[in-house]
T-cell receptor
């Protein structure tokens, strides 16, 4: 079992829909990252959070430390949101390295 | 204020050749992380370096791979005698200090193709 699990692996939705991507982890973490990767492109850091909730534009990230679970929400989704979304757990042990989920491939159709 | 710069963006090598991947961290960042993304797989940690020191290389293959971050110049990930299985995207990230409270900033990656 992976230390970081994401669901769903693939998600297709219509423009305007509310999107939720889930991430569960089984290790002790100091922070959790949400990253965005466009096909063939680089990686953009969206959020780093260790508790509660953060919001940036149409993106919202939440984390529940007790349940070892985080969610990324996208409101009023748009085709340009189509990308792979990756959650990454920063381990308490091991020099703060990141352990990544497999990614969620999001496609927003117009 | 340039971000993390990786070069080359694409690198093609034949089996048995050497590949050198470069990463210049953001200005003021002294901590560098290398990650590998194999085709159709997730990202995996390879190595964490500070200036002139390897802090954690637990994700590095035991043979053919090495990394350095000299006092001057970029961090280098070196792969000797490349094989087809080394084909992947290699990403570098940097942070200003030990990343406990700092986000890591990623480069655009180097896509390595082995013929």
């Amino acid at each position: 079992k992976n230390e970081v699990e994401q669901s769903p692996q693939n998600l297709t939705a219509q423009e305007g829909e509310f999107i939720t991507i889930n991430c569960s982890y089984s290790v002790g973490i100091s922070a959790l990252h949400w990253l965005q990767q466009h096909p063939g492109g680089g990686i953009v850091s969206l959020f780093m959070l260790s508790s509660g909730k953060k919001k940036h534009g149409r993106l919202i990230a939440t984390i529940n430390i007790q349940e070892k679970h985080s969610s990324l929400h996208i409101t009023a989704s748009h085709p340009r949101d189509s990308a792979v979304y990756i959650c990454a757990a920063r381990l308490i042990q091991g020099a703060q390295k990141l352990v990544f989920g497999q990614g969620t491939r999001l496609t927003i159709n117009p | 204020n340039a971000g993390v710069m990786q070069n080359p963006r694409h690198l093609v090598r034949r089996r048995g050749q050497e590949a050198r991947l470069r990463c210049s961290p953001m200005k003021g960042h002294s901590h560098v992380y290398w990650y590998r993304q194999l085709p159709e797989e997730g990202l995996k940690f390879m190595v964490y370096l500070q200036k002139e020191n390897i802090i954690d290389e637990s994700g590095m293959p035991k043979e053919r791979f090495s990394a350095e971050f000299p006092k001057e110049g970029p961090s280098i990930l070196r792969i000797q005698q490349v094989v087809r299985g080394d084909s992947a995207a290699y990403f570098c990230a940097s942070s200003p200090r030990a990343a406990r409270a700092q986000p890591q900033h990623f480069g655009d990656g180097t896509r390595l193709s082995i013929l």
